[in-house]
């Protein structure tokens, strides 16, 4: 079996796993961070606004950014959180999302949903090397649960240099705790 097909079948059995809510447990620093304003009027300008990946940007900083970006995901434009995160995704995470639709109707699915417009959210380092990164992400969601992920990235050899990039997120797990409404 060649290392692609194996990455297909991972690629799917955790697409299946979200699908049917299943995921690893994660633990959690919420960083703050903002999305620069989008001009609605054309996808060339939407693009151009998004923050994009670059040699300078730590780790932590690609985390932090997508997740605020979901945290506010139609702000400035609908979806405008979704297009973010995807601008972060690794080329190899791309190839086996994408497009862009079907990688929002996934994030919209039971597995990652909750990061959609959730309330506020920890990173915390699980590991880190010179090419590679895992973060334990725990998020509270609208519904007052909280829930945990693994996100992980891998430096990509882009024009401008080697940049973080995302090639995994766990979908959610519940961690059990809810924040208490009085």
């Given amino acids: 079996m060649s290392k692609r097909s194996i990455t297909r079948t991972i690629v799917g059995v955790l697409y299946l796993c ?8 994660m633990a959690f620093a919420d960083i703050s961070g903002s999305v620069e304003a989008v001009d609605e009027t054309s996808a060339e300008s939407k693009t151009a606004t998004l923050l994009q990946p670059k040699p300078d940007w730590q780790a932590r900083e690609v985390v932090s950014i997508q997740l605020n970006a979901l945290k506010d995901n139609d702000s400035p434009s609908k979806d405008a959180g979704i297009e973010q ?20 109707q996934m994030i919209r699915s039971p597995g990652y949903a909750v990061l959609i417009d959730h309330q506020r959210h920890e990173i ?28 992980q990235l891998r430096k990509a050899a882009l024009q401008s240099g ?3 990039m995302t090639t995994r997120v766990s979908a959610a797990r519940t961690t059990g705790e809810q924040l208490s409404q009085r």
């Fill in 18 to 25: 979200a699908l049917l809510g299943l995921a690893m447990p």
């Fill in 85 to 104: 995160v995807w601008a972060f995704a690794h080329p190899q995470n791309k190839s086996m999302t994408g497009p862009l639709p079907r990688f929002a």
């Fill in 124 to 151: 915390s380092e699980v590991r880190e090397s010179p090419r590679d990164a895992v973060f334990a992400v725990r998020v509270l969601a609208r519904d007052g649960s909280f829930y945990g992920f693994q996100w």
């Fill in 162 to 164: 080697p940049s973080w």
